[in-house]
């Protein structure tokens, strides 16, 4: 199983234990939350879902990611701006790289984080509940067109 699947399946299995509706609508939404590599917007999932399923409003797709927000499945990067962002592939704190140019997310893969809020609690006694570590700049596609 790939972890596209095991993904899509541990948000699957989350709403079953809760009793929730499984509609063909919503496993719309968890099949995009599950293999985006791009943290989709709402706005984005939305008109995915309508590809297959025109009569699907806009209230249900953001329905639906509240509710998996609520148990934990996806990862919500919100702005200042405006525009929150999803991530059902890592539900979990971790540190992103944010393109100022075209809005562009990436996951990196840092050594050393978890040591990082370690010490950092250790040092001040602040008992770190969650994090979030974004970096801004330009993705290489766009740095080529600046250069």
Known sequence: MSDEEARFETMLK???EHKFR???QRLAVLRILSRSDGHPSVETIYERVKQDFPT???ATVYKTVALLKHLGEVLELGFPEGGNRYDGKKPFPHPHLICTKCGRIEDPEPAGLADLTHQLASNTGFHVVTHRL???GLCSNCWREEG
């Open 134 to 136: 974004d970096f801004f």
């Open 14 to 16: 989350r709403l079953r």
């Open 22 to 24: 499984i509609t063909p």
């Open 56 to 58: 699907t409003s806009l």
